[in-house]
């Protein structure tokens, strides 16, 4: 079963597409391109490299930005889950992400708003609250404290010990 793409999207019209969002956007990046004429990257690879001669572009999107959280990755998730939800409201999606700045945006929290999506309060308990790391680590790093250890086992050995007193 086929992903929807055109069969041969190596053509001049998508050649011409690639061509005018480059010239437009220069920082553009792979992953957006894709996205944006809905074609693989062995197509788009081919384009650029073999028709269009373009020698450097970004090879995948270092930073998540509030724009691309809300224009390209929110979008997809939406669609993805009125798929699998086909008689689900939009507004009945209930969404938990956490602090990083592209989810704090104003720009976000906007999108959040405008498409009636409920923001889920992150938990009390997280992996960045872990109790071990109070409780536990703490706990071992005292009784082993300045102790420089001659083998791997040795040092497995001596912590099993202190979690075990």
């Known amino acids: 079963m086929g992903s929807g793409r055109p069969a041969d999207a ?5 050649i011409q597409k690639v061509k005018r969002i480059i010239k437009n956007e220069h920082r553009i990046i792979i992953d957006e391109m ?26 995948q999107q270092n930073t998540v930005t509030a724009s691309w959280y809300v224009n390209i990755c929110m979008p997809q998730v939406i669609e993805k889950w009125s798929i699998l939800h086909p008689k689900a409201y939009l507004t009945s999606l209930q969404w938990n992400h956490h602090n990083a700045s592209a989810h704090k945006a104003a720009l976000t929290m906007d999108f959040f708003a405008e498409n009636g999506i409920k923001l889920i309060p992150h938990p009390a308990y997280s992996p960045d609250l872990a109790p071990c790391d109070f409780f536990l680590f703490p706990k071992l790093k005292k009784k082993n404290k300045g102790v420089h250890f001659n083998s791997t086992e040795e040092a497995r050995l001596t912590y099993n010990e202190a979690l075990h007193t």
Not at 48 to 59: N, W
């Open 34 to 59: 894709m996205s944006q004429l809905d074609i693989s990257r062995g197509s788009l690879h081919t384009i650029l490299h073999e028709h269009l001669l373009v020698r450097k572009v970004a090879a």
């Open 10 to 14: 190596v053509n001049p019209e998508n």
